[in-house]
């Protein structure tokens, strides 16, 4: 599938075979776009995002993992369900979508509408380019500190005359926020106002997920009872504690494979996975790719590199 967009607009390309539906968005938007891409896939699917030059965008990504990589960076990029991710133009990008069910908006505009923010990220690349760190995009979790910003974007699309003005006041936080730090692959999300106690287990977990982690001794350092801890730490973070822990050591299986060569059962051991098949599948739940994929798919960008 291609875009319809006239020169000068973002454009994104996937096969239609893979199942892409896109709808525009009008909103009664003079110098923003919103585009909605949706899809459900059997099978993985490579595309392409070009973003021109001196146009920028912000990719809200709700459901399904994509895979990124610019022509320019080999890093390879994961985008998992209730991420954001600035694209900075001129950018060409490989994308690959995991098998699943998909739903990525994306808000675009030129940065002339933008020329305070504009100028910040100029002066902020121009800086990391001289350490060789030039970063032109740039994707953090939703939750929770994106959380409020990407509730004004839906809110604004449905007020009418000052949509414009509550979606540049969301963009400008939202930006600002995704430049400053490095991008963060976090399946493991929890609310910033935690009381200390669990503030302080959850991020030791975060650190040592390859602990046992049984449920009393957690519970003891937060200094809860097993029933009553179990019950708070789901309401306040909306999963239990196992799946928390599970979720800890997916994300470190994560930058291990896409990071290192190391064999997939020390992967797995190091991670804190029983077995190899346990963090396969593991992966295969928060991704919808499995570990030999994640591996194997630089191939499927070589095509950015294309003339």
Same mark, same amino acid.
């Given at each position: 599938?291609?875009?319809?967009e ?7 390309n996937f ?9 525009t ?13 949706q899809?459900n896939?059997?099978k ?12 920028n965008?912000? =990719?809200i ?7 990124v990589?610019?022509a ?7 985008v998992?369900p ?12 490989g994308?690959? =979508? ?6 990525t ?5 030129p940065?002339?509408?933008?020329p ?17 760190s030039?970063?032109p ?6 939750d ?14 449905a007020?009418g ?12 936080e939202?930006v ?13 999300t #929890?609310?910033?106002?935690?009381p ?11 650190t040592?997920?390859a ?6 001794e ?7 009872s097993?029933?009553?801890?179990s ?5 306040? #973070?909306g ?5 928390? #822990? ?15 060569e ?5 992967v797995a051991?190091t991670?804190?996975?029983?077995t ?20 194997s ?7 950015i590199?294309?003339?």
């Amino acid at each position: 599938m291609r875009s319809a967009e006239s020169e000068g607009q973002l454009e994104v390309n996937f096969d239609c075979t893979a199942g892409v539906n896109r709808r525009t968005d009008p909103a009664g938007l003079q110098h923003l776009r919103v585009d909605l891409y949706q899809a459900n896939l059997t099978k993985i699917a490579p595309g392409t995002v070009f973003v021109p030059a001196q146009f920028n965008g912000l =990719a809200i990504n709700t459901k399904g993992t994509l895979l990124v990589r610019s022509a320019t960076n080999s890093k390879l990029m994961v985008v998992p369900p209730r991420s954001i991710t600035y694209l900075k133009g001129r950018l060409k990008l490989g994308i690959v =979508a995991a098998r699943g069910e998909h739903s990525t908006q994306i808000l675009s505009w030129p940065s002339s509408v933008t020329p305070l923010l504009d100028h910040w990220i100029t002066s902020r690349l121009q800086a990391r380019s001289t350490l060789h760190s030039v970063r032109p995009l740039a994707c953090k979790p939703i939750d929770p500190q994106f959380a409020s910003a990407v509730t004004r974007f839906d809110y604004a699309r449905a007020t009418g005359d000052n949509a414009e003005l509550l979606m540049l006041s969301a963009i400008y936080e939202t930006v600002a926020k995704l430049m400053i730090g490095a991008d963060e692959v976090q399946l493991a999300t #929890v609310p910033e106002d935690m009381p200390e106690t669990l503030r302080i287990l959850t991020q030791k977990v975060r650190t040592t997920p390859a602990l046992a982690w049984p449920l009393k001794e957690a519970a003891d350092m937060a200094g809860y009872s097993p029933f009553h801890f179990s019950r708070v730490f789901k309401q306040l #973070v909306g999963y239990g504690f196992h799946e928390y #822990v599970d979720r800890c050591r997916t994300e470190g299986a994560i930058e291990m494979l896409i990071t290192t060569e190391s064999a997939v059962d020390l992967v797995a051991s190091t991670c804190g996975f029983g077995t190899t098949q346990a963090l396969r599948e593991s992966v295969k739940e928060y991704l919808g790719l499995v570990p030999s994929e994640l591996r194997s798919l630089p191939e499927a960008f070589t095509f950015i590199h294309e003339a």
